[in-house]
């Protein structure tokens, strides 16, 4: 008998029933992550550039002092897309994230959609943040008195990739660090976890260092005037720092490697989003704080402040510590694109080519190697600016179909049991939408041309080859 959810959705929109999607076992996939795992790998994906970056620049630029409230607008945002996530982390635990609930609630086409901006989006990530660290690395190199030749230090274009004419320009470092991450996730859940949660250590001590060493050096007169751009200071600078406060979206497709899904991934996206918001706060409180907000170097903010009050050896140890514990973002987005590709190659949106996972370690190694050659790909040719420009709409877009999906399935579902339930619904999940909106009239002309190009090759793929290759689509025929 077909399945009362099947019959509500015809064609590009028919609805994978939740009850299929929660009894299937056999994934392919090994479940070997507790809570704390799961927390590091969301901590991961939250903190990197925003705190070593971002708020040096914003400070600087739009808040002054007012940066940590930008950073608290932007992670109450944030919390109201969060809390959509884990209520359907904790019913649907899944991989995917928000192209199974997308396709779960609203529909094939919708989940599609979702899923094939994500395998942009958080690949563009991987690559954008590559070429980050590889910045950081040739400072430190250069500071060691180690030159490398220019045809490897950066991309076609740019001025750290100025070559001979004839001679090819990469940055090398960038492809290397895509690699070696595709590698690392290669060598099974269990063991790439432990070289992440290393990492994530490794960053919160440096923050901590941050934090406890800087407090002494806290001069409160640099709080005053504390909003010198006044109110739009703190929100255009929210508008910046949001991208600094997800990653938990990206660790919640790794609900079917989790040994208890439904208990431990709403407990780790709340966690981890409330760690890196308090890590977020008394750094900005410690970095305002330590000199007055005119004088933050928008690009080595921390570094540059202890080395202003006399302890140039701690922002080193930083810089060292921002370079290893970056690579834990590069980690969180490669295991989330992976994971949104398994998911929709198992559903037959993709071949089945992409969803073949390793016999003895269980991870999809086609896939992860494919993500780790296209990222590397970007890093090595295109210059940071343009990478950038390829990472902000999709996620964006991805909130409000999760935020919109759960209002939707609380009224329509409400029977359905939920080891975690989202407070003050409907405001809360609108609050997620609203803002999610509203910051994407903040993105350029070139990343809406960019989306609208690949929206429409999407399109062309899921009629050519999705819409008559979905398992739902062959289901429904043999009825």
């Known amino acids: 008998m077909r399945s009362p959810e099947l019959q509500t959705g015809k064609g590009p929109f028919r609805r994978k029933p939740i009850a299929e999607i929660t009894s299937e076992t056999d994934t392919g996939l090994r479940r070997s992550l507790g809570l704390w795992q799961l927390t590091a790998i969301g901590v991961g994906g939250i903190i990197g550039a925003g705190i070593f970056s971002l708020a ?14 930008s ?52 690949t563009a990530i991987v690559a954008v943040v590559a070429i980050s660290i590889s910045g950081y690395f040739n400072e430190l190199l250069g500071f060691l008195g180690i030159d490398l030749p220019l045809w490897m230090m950066g991309a076609p274009g740019t001025e750290q990739g100025a070559a001979p004419p004839g001679s090819y320009k990469i940055n090398l470092i960038a492809v290397l660090l895509c690699l070696l991450i595709a590698f690392v996730l290669n060598q099974g859940m269990k063991s790439a976890a432990r070289f992440e949660s290393f990492l994530v250590y490794l960053k919160v001590a440096v923050v901590l260092l941050v934090v406890g060493v800087g407090v002494f050096f806290i001069n409160t007169d640099n709080y005053s005037p504390f909003l010198p751009y006044g109110f739009g200071g703190a929100f255009t600078g929210a508008a910046t720092v949001f991208f600094a406060v997800f990653g938990y979206d990206a660790m919640s497709t790794a609900a079917e490697e989790s040994t208890d899904a439904q208990k431990h991934m709403p407990k780790a996206i709340i966690l981890s989003l409330v760690i890196a918001m308090v890590l977020y706060t008394l750094a900005c409180l410690v970095l305002t ?105 999709g996620i964006l877009l991805a909130f409000v179909v999760v935020c919109a999906a759960i209002i939707v399935l609380r009224y329509r579902r409400p029977e359905l049991p939920r080891n975690f339930k989202c407070p003050g619904m409907p405001v809360v999940p609108l609050i997620g939408i609203v803002f999610s909106l509203w910051l994407v009239t903040f993105l350029s002309p070139h990343t809406w041309l960019r989306f609208a190009l690949w929206f429409l090759i999407g399109l062309v793929v899921y009629f050519a080859y999705s819409y ?9 025929n043999s009825d």
């Open 289 to 393: 704080g330590m000199i007055p907000y005119q004088n933050i170097h928008t690009e080595s903010a921390f570094a540059s402040a202890f080395a202003e009050v006399g302890l140039p050896f701690v922002g080193a140890i930083i810089s060292v510590g921002a370079i290893l514990g970056i690579l834990t973002v590069m980690f969180t987005f490669m295991l989330g694109v992976t994971r949104v590709g398994f998911a929709m190659s198992r559903d037959g949106l993709l071949p089945a080519w992409f969803s073949k996972t390793h016999p003895v370690r269980k991870v999809p190694t086609r896939f992860t190697w494919l993500i780790g050659i296209a990222s590397a790909v970007l890093a090595g040719l295109l210059p940071i600016g343009e990478a950038a420009e390829l990472t902000n709409i």
């Open 468 to 476: 008559r290759h979905s398992k739902l689509h062959e289901r429904t």
């Open 71 to 122: 950073f608290l607008i932007a992670g109450i945002a944030s919390a109201a897309a969060a809390f959509s996530y884990a209520e359907f982390a904790g019913m649907i635990p899944k991989a995917g994230s928000a192209y199974t609930y997308g396709y779960a609630v609203l529909g094939e086409l919708v989940g599609w959609f979702i899923g094939w901006d994500l395998l942009l989006e958080y």
């Open 56 to 69: 040096g620049a914003v400070a600087n630029e739009k808040a002054g002092p007012g940066v940590v409230l």
